[in-house]
Nanobody
Framework: QVRLLESGGQLVHPGDSLKLSCSPS????????LGWFRQDPGKDREFVAA????????LYADSVKGRFTISRDSTKNTVDLQMTNLKPEDTALYVC?????????????????WGLGTRVTVSS
C-alpha cells in the first residue's frame, strides 16, 4: 500500500500560478509512476498530468498543456504540479496517483494508489 499526501491547494484568482506537491509516504518516488487527476462533485475524475519513473517522460491533458508542468524533486521526494495562468474551470479537488506499472496512462483504471486530494479554487 502506498499512501500519497498532497499539499498546496488554495483559493487563487484567474491568471495566478500555484504549485501542488505530492509525496508517497515512506516510499521513494523513483519507484513509481506519478500523476495528477482532478475531480468535482458529480463529475468523473479527469486526468491532468503524469510522470514516468523509468524514463522521465510526461503526459498532459490537452486542457492543461502549456500551462501546467509536472516534475519530480528527488531531494524532497515529491512530484509537483506547477500550474500557471489558472482559469475558473481549473477549480477542482486535485488528487495524486501512483502506480508501479510499466506505462503511464490517462485512464483511472491504470493507477493503483490515490491520495485524498487538495482543493484548488480559481475565482475572482
Amino acid at each position: 500500500q502506498v499512501r500519497l499526501l498532497e499539499s498546496g491547494g488554495q483559493l487563487v484568482h484567474p491568471g495566478d500560478s500555484l504549485k501542488l506537491s505530492c509525496s508517497p509516504s515512506g516510499r521513494a518516488i523513483s519507484g513509481y509512476n506519478l500523476g495528477w487527476f482532478r475531480q468535482d462533485p458529480g463529475k468523473d475524475r479527469e486526468f491532468v498530468a503524469a510522470s514516468a519513473a523509468r524514463n522521465g517522460s510526461t503526459l498532459y491533458a490537452d486542457s492543461v498543456k502549456g500551462r501546467f508542468t509536472i516534475s519530480r524533486d528527488s531531494t524532497k521526494n515529491t512530484v509537483d504540479l506547477q500550474m500557471t495562468n489558472l482559469k475558473p474551470e481549473d477549480t477542482a479537488l486535485y488528487v495524486c496517483a501512483a502506480t508501479s506499472r510499466y506505462w503511464i496512462s490517462e485512464k483511472n483504471a491504470m493507477w493503483d494508489y490515490w491520495g485524498l486530494g487538495t482543493r484548488v479554487t480559481v475565482s475572482s
